[in-house]
């Protein structure tokens, strides 16, 4: 396929590509930073990636290292500081445990009480959907003072339920959910029950398997909200390190070095976006898909 | 194989009663439509039969047992569902086998992986396997066994309903409204295919529908259901020729039966607009007259009917001609040989008449009444009034 | 063998035989069942705080200590008389006003953009989409080394246009002989340049909403407008497009406002709310005095004005899709 030129075209491109600069500018200060070393950002010189000239390691010279002992190269020592200086890898791992758990039981949760709303006759279904409808008026982050107060008189913060629990319902997943369930058949929950199957089973064996796509959607939602919030954790977790979420290490990373280090910095932020950035742009479709289904209400 | 009663079902939502206390005995291996207009409760029966809905009042037999209160699981039924219902994210021969596999299998022994390992898990599963196979193949569907539903054709995927109906052996097939998501092709298809399923297992079948056409053409008996009442039950020869309501009179047939208003006087003489038509009620009064299409015949005198013709419509075997006639609101159909093709154009005047035999009377309430021929024979002035009128269409 | 498992199989079956229910009755009670985690979860969760934070309001309430006292109206008093109070509402009402429009109409703007291109519309979507994807927290922290007064690339790249015929903006002459703003740490820069970063992470998302929007525009109308004899681009997006996407528009604003109330990522990482109360942001201010200076009852009574706003907010969003957007 051939395109002619086109003024329309080209200034529509010049207008998006002056917009993608803007929008990647932080992005690549962030990688280029974190390949280069304190000298190169200090004098903004190095290019895009550093020379990756040697230098010598402040804290090696300090612990009385002769000099050519103590030659790193830029990007090995920035990132191997990102991993050194704080303990990256247990941020890393909290920040997986907290995201399936939450994702875990929002769906245990969610997926029964959406079947019940969109397929069981009950008394009181209307009300428990108009509740849930209100429910989603009320951002968690809005009542966190209060929650973070009744976790506290259960002596639960600074714990993974603390991180967790104000979670495990949301009111946007069984929303999401039923909707979805009302497209399926009633003929099919009929069939099923024909067959010898019990509510539970329809739930597990027919409703879940058959809405798989609204909840990857759901879980793509929920996974990035959670990996990226810096908010609730900051309120439960203070101290102790061991249970740092990613945001709440990279936060204390920079209160820890202050402003110099911002060669290992940079790595940190870069170890802590590049999870999801790289899923994303591997899925890209159902990311856009799943992050876009909350405009469906 | 069972037999199945309903004895004076009731079913009301609210304030609106679906089913007016319907009861219907059904023959252990008998084909049995239930028909009627959306809306008019037979669903509902079939449901209440099935175990999925509760009846407000009355009670279910099957095999002479009570089922009331029994689970769907447990009434030892199948059913095939107007949108199949077949598990999207299982393949054909899963979806076949998933009645068995429920019913043959512990709880433990359809856990995913660790299920296969337990005692006897294998052999129930083999067998599951070659009951399947048995099913498909009889249903010509052996080789879609692996694909998933979404793969399938509509004709293909009815296929697959029944086979999960199938396997199960059951005393009796529910089918509701099964053939309306297929084309007009494969439903006439699919419409012998059932019947002779029916022959072959032996089973009894319920079948609802609102085609009369699928009733007429499958069924040992049909049941005319309307506004939750229960109108007449019997073979379609008998729905055809005696209805013994107007409103079963009228669902039954493609073209409609011609429904003609009389007036009965007080000597029991049927007039049509005030002519006589030859015709006497012996029973009650006479207020409308029923003759279907192909009943009517074109005559020189002594007609019923004298009308003008609207439209004329060549289905090549047959000829349908319209006629607006007098006294009649509803254009009046007549079905004719092909060899009366080119006879007849628009415009003609038209004189028909009909056996009495082939005449149903229905009284005041709409009820079958007895209709009989007039002893005197027609008088001269009967055809004048006729012509008159003739003049004037 | 056999005998276990025909007595497993038959086992529920006659269970079920002994106990006949209705089959409206079961589902009515697996209804309940299954739906009633959810409605404890929700109370608890959800609406509970609610009430707390109502309660607690009226008090002088303070983590660890035994007593409680009522102080009637006094905190909403403080709220809506105290200075820094007032700073604000007006820094949230600000960011908010700024955040809104901007991202509302660049999203747009994108969307529309993208759509009329012959090639590269996924490269766009992708590039734009990803500040939503990226951990605000670190993005902001890398803004800020951005926007590093003398390290930082932004003032850099604004140095090398001195000199050059952009002096010619009185501004930017002023910033080239006294040097170029402290954006985070100048209190007129400071809520622009994190209203700036807000509209940065979030018009990516309003983008993806739109163009969502566009593809549920039925093609037939602008071939029905070309044929009414409407040419221009600006008519048909007027008669439309603009229209059509009534629905859309309605939802982003609403989720873009809600959101751009919640923020506090770049506010806590990088001003602290300052400097001079600059960007003190309702959130931070739930933050700072209700957890981290312990003054539970003013952290409430902010809570219970916030939700207001939210509410407000949603309830707007209601009336207007029930009253304007009535085409489908």
Redesign the interface.
């Given at each position: 396929m051939t395109y002619r030129f086109s003024t329309r075209q080209t200034l529509a491109h010049g207008f998006l590509i002056l917009g993608a600069i803007i929008v990647l500018l932080p992005f690549y200060v962030m990688i280029s930073t974190s390949f280069k070393s304190p000298a190169e950002i200090a004098t903004g010189t190095g290019g895009v990636f550093g020379s990756q000239a040697l230098f010598p390691d402040p804290t090696c010279l300090a612990l009385g290292g002769n000099e050519p002992d103590c030659l790193v190269r830029p990007v090995l020592d920035n990132y191997s500081q990102a991993f050194t200086a704080a303990p990256m890898w247990r941020y890393l791992l909290n920040g997986v445990i907290v995201t399936l758990s939450i994702f875990a039981l929002q769906t245990l949760v969610a997926v029964p009480a959406a079947y019940a709303l969109a397929k069981l006759k009950f008394w009181g279904r209307d009300a428990a959907f108009a509740l849930v409808l209100f429910c989603l008026l009320i951002p968690v982050h809005a009542i966190a003072l209060p929650l973070y107060l009744m976790l506290a008189k259960l002596g639960l913060t600074n714990s993974y339920a603390a991180l967790i629990l104000p979670w495990i319902v949301s009111a946007f997943g069984i929303f999401l959910m039923r909707q979805f369930f009302m497209t399926v058949p009633d003929d099919l929950i009929d069939a099923a029950r024909m067959d010898g199957m019990g509510e539970f089973a329809i739930i597990w064996r027919v409703m879940l398997p058959t809405a798989i796509p609204a909840l990857l959607a759901f879980a793509i939602f929920s996974v990035v909200a959670h990996w990226n919030d810096y908010f609730w954790p900051r309120i439960v977790i203070t101290g102790d390190r061991s249970l740092f979420t990613p945001p709440l290490g990279l936060r204390e990373f920079k209160g820890d070095l202050g402003g110099d280090f911002y060669g290992p910095m940079m790595a940190s932020a870069t170890v802590i976006a590049v999870p999801l950035v790289v899923a994303f742009l591997l899925a890209q479709r159902r990311f856009i898909d799943g992050i876009t289904l909350s405009g469906m209400k | 194989m069972a037999t199945i009663q309903f004895r004076d079902i009731r079913k009301s939502f609210g304030d609106t009663d679906v089913l007016k206390g319907v009861g219907l005995d059904i023959a252990d291996g008998e084909f049995l439509s239930l028909v009627g207009p959306s809306g008019c409760g037979k669903s509902t029966l079939l449901r209440i039969l099935a175990g999925l809905e509760s009846q407000t009042s009355g009670s279910v037999r099957i095999g002479g047992t009570p089922v009331d209160g029994l689970h769907a699981a447990d009434r030892d039924l199948a059913m095939v569902f107007q949108s199949y219902a077949l598990y999207p994210h299982l393949s054909v021969a899963e979806n076949i086998a998933v009645p068995l596999t429920m019913r043959r299998l512990s709880n433990a022994q359809r856990l995913p992986l660790i299920g296969r390992a337990l005692p006897g898990s294998r052999t129930t599963r083999a067998a599951i396997g070659t009951t399947v196979r048995e099913a498909a193949e009889m249903l010509d569907i052996a080789h879609l066994l692996d694909r998933k539903p979404g793969q399938l054709s509509g004709g293909q995927r009815q296929r697959v309903a029944l086979g999960r109906a199938l396997v199960r052996d059951p005393s009796a097939f529910l089918l509701d409204e099964p053939l309306s998501n297929l084309d007009a092709k494969m439903r006439v298809h699919m419409r012998a295919e059932i019947a002779q399923l029916n022959r072959k297992l032996g089973a009894t079948f319920v079948y609802v529908t609102h085609d009369q056409a699928e009733a007429m053409t499958m069924s040992d008996r049909i049941a005319v259901m309307m506004e939750g009442e229960l109108l007449q039950v019997g073979t379609p020869d008998a729905l055809y020729d005696h209805p013994e309501d107007i409103r079963v009179a009228q669902f039954i047939g493609s073209p409609a039966i011609n429904i003609l208003p009389v007036d009965t006087d007080a000597s029991g003489t049927i007039r049509l607009c005030d002519m006589a038509t030859g015709l006497r009620a012996s029973g009650p009064p006479i207020e409308h007259l029923g003759v279907r299409p192909e009943a009517f015949v074109p005559c020189e005198e002594g007609e019923l009917v004298v009308g003008r013709v609207r439209m004329i419509e060549n289905l090549g075997s047959d000829l349908f001609v319209h006629l607006d006639a007098a006294g009649v609101p509803m254009p009046v159909t007549v079905r004719l040989p092909s060899s009366a093709r080119g006879r007849i154009k628009v415009r003609d005047v038209m004189r028909l008449t009909a056996t009495p035999a082939r005449i149903c009377g229905f009284d005041s309430a709409g009820k079958a009444a007895p209709v009989s021929a007039h002893d005197k024979a027609h008088d001269k002035a009967h055809d004048t009034a006729h012509d008159k009128v003739a003049r004037h269409v | 063998?056999?005998d276990?498992?025909s007595l497993?199989?038959s086992g529920p079956?006659q269970q079920?035989?002994a106990r006949?229910?209705?089959?409206?009755r079961?589902?009515?009670?697996?209804?309940?069942v299954?739906?009633a985690?959810?409605?404890v979860?929700?109370i608890l969760?959800?609406?509970?705080?609610?009430g707390?934070?109502a309660l607690?309001s009226f008090t002088d309430y303070t983590?660890g200590r035994p007593s409680i006292d009522w102080v009637g109206l006094r905190n909403y008093i403080d709220i809506f008389t105290g200075s820094s109070y007032r700073k604000m509402i007006v820094a949230t009402v600000l960011y908010v006003a700024l955040v809104v429009p901007a991202s509302v109409f660049?999203g747009l703007g994108?969307a529309l953009?993208?759509r009329?291109?012959?090639?590269?519309q996924?490269f766009?979507?992708?590039?734009?989409?990803?500040?939503?994807?990226?951990?605000?927290?670190?993005?902001a922290?890398?803004?800020e080394?951005?926007l590093h007064p003398t390290?930082g690339?932004v003032n850099?790249t604004l140095a090398m246009g001195c000199g050059t015929p952009l002096e010619l903006w009185s501004w930017f002459a002023r910033s080239c002989v006294d040097g170029f703003p402290l954006w985070l740490g100048d209190r007129d820069y400071a809520l622009y340049t994190l209203a700036f970063i807000g509209i940065?992470q979030s018009f990516?998302?309003n983008m993806?909403?739109y163009l969502?929007g566009l593809t549920s525009v039925p093609t037939e109308l602008y071939g029905a407008a070309a044929m009414d004899g409407v040419k221009r681009g600006w008519e048909r997006f007027r008669l439309i497009t603009w229209p059509m996407l009534g629905p859309?528009t309605v939802?982003?604003v609403t989720?873009t406002m809600?959101r751009s109330f919640?923020v506090?990522?770049t506010v806590?990482?990088l001003t602290h709310g300052g400097p001079a109360k600059s960007t003190y942001v309702m959130?931070y201010a739930?933050?700072e005095k209700?957890?981290a200076q312990n003054l539970?009852g003013l952290?409430?009574a902010i809570?219970i004005l916030?939700?207001a706003f939210?509410?407000l907010i949603?309830v707007a969003q209601r009336r207007f899709v029930e009253r304007k957007v009535h085409y489908q």
């Open positions: - | - | 063998m056999s276990l498992a497993t199989n079956k079920r035989i006949p229910e209705r089959p409206e079961r589902q009515a009670r697996a209804g309940m299954l739906f985690p959810a409605l979860l929700l969760i959800l609406i509970v705080p609610v707390v934070a607690l983590l660049l994108a953009l993208i009329s291109l012959n090639v590269g996924s766009y979507k992708t590039v734009y989409f990803l500040p939503v994807m990226a951990s605000l927290l670190a993005m922290i890398v803004w080394f951005a390290l690339i850099r940065w990516g998302f993806v909403l969502a859309t939802f982003v989720i809600i919640q506090f990522d806590e990482a959130i739930i933050y209700g957890i539970v952290g409430a809570t916030f939700l939210v509410m949603s």
